[in-house]
């Protein structure tokens, strides 16, 4: 997983630059396959093999080599100083095994690629014991968002879809709109009866930071929301994030313990680290999610939690962290 988190970070970090658009990809793709198969790298280096591992080419075989023999990157190294990376005497390290399950996912309700029932398994596969199901809203009309009637249809397909599985627990939820003016696109009385809220910010993302600000502020102060969903709406190399106060808006969100989401899809990854660290020390607690639509990219997690030990959150400040049991106190 070293070797997988290594190459996501050099993936990220090329990002930063648009002219590194398809070496990011590359990376990133590399290490994703890396943390869904879990080769054995080693005896791959051993035997040379590691070109054989999809995505890996000479100059990402190279990297993986030095990790192999010296657990260190000379590239990952010079990436962090050319793109002005802090230092990283920080960090913190809890264990990725005691992840208890993921808050944020699609299915073919909205946008997924997979069936409930196919995402449930391969959640399940994974060890984890709950699993957040949070189609879009309505608004985004392009990924057949969920008003209360689908969502009430939805509900009853998780329920047969529950009875199929063993150790984990289906959460019904829904990923929110945030709408300009900082409402959300579903009523309270649809929101209330849901698991799980994420509220995201998916257009109009160029708004005035002061517009922003106050947009940001509505959502974090709504009742029925749980976590803001990759808070910035960025995807780095082709798409800036919105800009806010980020500090009040933050602190705003920890006085309602409303947790920030640090999306680890490489197209997003958001929070960045930086400002992560800046969450962390407003009080805020966090959620560690793939947005996984299809049940591969729930491996998305492990390539990129390095974003969260770097940004030193600990164990306790992260929700997947918590059982089924604990997650449901959190949630209300
Ligand atoms: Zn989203
Ligand atoms: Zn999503």
């Known amino acids: 997983m070293a070797a997988a988190q290594a190459l996501s970070e050099i993936g990220y970090l090329l990002r930063q630059n648009p002219d590194e658009k398809f070496r990011a990809r590359a990376f990133s793709d590399a290490a994703w396959a890396i943390a869904l198969e879990r080769p054995d790298l080693a005896s791959l280096h051993r035997s040379g093999g590691l070109k054989t591992l999809p995505g890996v080419g000479e100059g990402i075989a190279r990297v993986l080599t030095e990790l192999v023999e010296t657990g260190h990157s000379r590239y990952l190294d010079r990436l962090r100083q050319e793109t002005g990376q802090p230092a990283r005497d920080d960090e913190s390290d809890f264990d990725l095994r005691s992840y208890q399950g993921d808050l944020h996912s699609h299915t073919r309700w909205s946008d997924g690629r997979a069936t409930m029932l196919e995402m449930a398994q391969g959640a399940q596969a994974r060890g984890y014991s709950y699993l957040g199901v949070t189609d879009h809203s309505p608004r985004i009309k392009v990924v057949n968002g969920l008003g209360a009637e689908r969502l009430l249809a939805q509900s009853q397909e998780m329920a047969a879809a529950q009875k199929q599985l063993d150790s984990l627990t289906l959460l019904q939820g829904i990923e929110v709109d945030i709408l300009e003016d900082g409402a959300l696109d579903l009523p309270d009385a649809v929101l209330e009866i849901l698991d799980v809220v994420i509220a995201s910010p998916h257009v109009k993302l160029r708004q005035e930071p002061e517009a922003m600000t106050q947009r940001m502020l509505r959502a974090v102060s709504h009742p029925h929301v749980d ?4 808070p910035t709406g960025r995807r780095p190399g082709s798409r800036e994030g919105a800009s806010y106060d980020l500090e009040l808006v933050f602190k705003e969100a920890a006085r309602n313990r409303v947790a920030l989401e640090i999306d680890c899809d490489p197209a997003r990854m958001d929070l ?5 660290r800046l969450a962390l020390e407003c009080g805020c607690n966090f ?5 996984a639509h299809a049940p591969e ?3 998305y997690v492990p390539m990129a939690a390095w974003m969260a030990r770097r ?3 600990p164990a306790e400040r992260i929700l997947n962290f918590k059982t089924l049991d604990e997650l449901t106190i959190s949630l209300r």
């Open 227 to 230: 976590v803001i969903g990759h």
């Open 272 to 276: 960045s680290p930086e400002m992560a």
């Open 287 to 291: 959620v560690l999610s793939s947005d």
């Open 297 to 299: 990219e729930f491996a």
């Open 311 to 313: 940004a030193g959150i």
